[in-house]
């Protein structure tokens, strides 16, 4: 719960695939904060009220879940959709590349950073406004040693590229073919 409460106080618009994101992340949260309450409460109930209400209940919690479910499943397909949206023909919205002094900057704020995770988040926030190909692509990927850093990487600027459709040259970019074949079921281009 505390990822997406940090992006709702940052202040900065947040694009259609990024709410999506939130959206499902937000759903799993509740999903976990209501096992906890319903834990809560039937440790605090009485077992003669508890054996009057536990149908209801369950009935309840089964329903709440099932909607959870739902609710993440079509957060996930939002997204999904949102990406294949952004790089279709639909949007004649012109994307125009990192210069190559403006990617050096990128690259040189990123590896000041130790973590993972800074590292990350470097990424996001150099990155949010500006389009990519997959050329510099790769080279931001290169940057993150782990397989989780760099598919993040491409799946987070996937939607941010000028040429998606050479998207297919970044597969040696990862070291073990099953992050690849993640990065791109996770896109939905597999």
């Not at 919690?61 to 099932?66: H, W």
């Amino acid at each position: 719960m505390q990822k997406s409460r940090e992006i709702r106080t940052t202040g900065r618009i947040l694009l259609p695939e990024e709410r999506a994101h939130r959206l499902a992340v937000d759903m799993a949260d509740a999903r976990e904060l209501l096992r906890r309450v319903l834990a809560a409460q039937s440790k605090d109930s009485a077992m003669a009220r508890e054996r009057e209400t536990r149908r209801d209940r369950e009935n309840d919690q089964r329903r709440l879940e099932t909607l959870l479910d739902q609710a993440e499943r079509d957060a996930r397909d939002l997204e999904r959709d949102l990406v294949r949206l952004s790089t279709s023909a639909y949007l004649d919205v012109p994307r125009i590349a990192l210069r190559d002094d403006e990617l050096r900057e990128v690259v040189d704020a990123i590896k000041r950073r130790s973590f993972p995770e800074d590292k990350l988040s470097t990424l996001r926030v150099a990155t949010r406004s500006s389009y990519l190909t997959c050329n510099q692509l790769r080279v931001l990927i290169g940057l993150f040693n782990f397989s989780e850093g760099k598919e993040e990487v491409a799946v987070t600027l996937y939607p941010r590229l000028t040429d998606p459709q050479r998207f297919f040259t970044l597969a040696d970019a990862f070291p073990f073919s099953s992050t690849w074949r993640s990065v791109c079921a996770k896109l939905g281009i597999l």
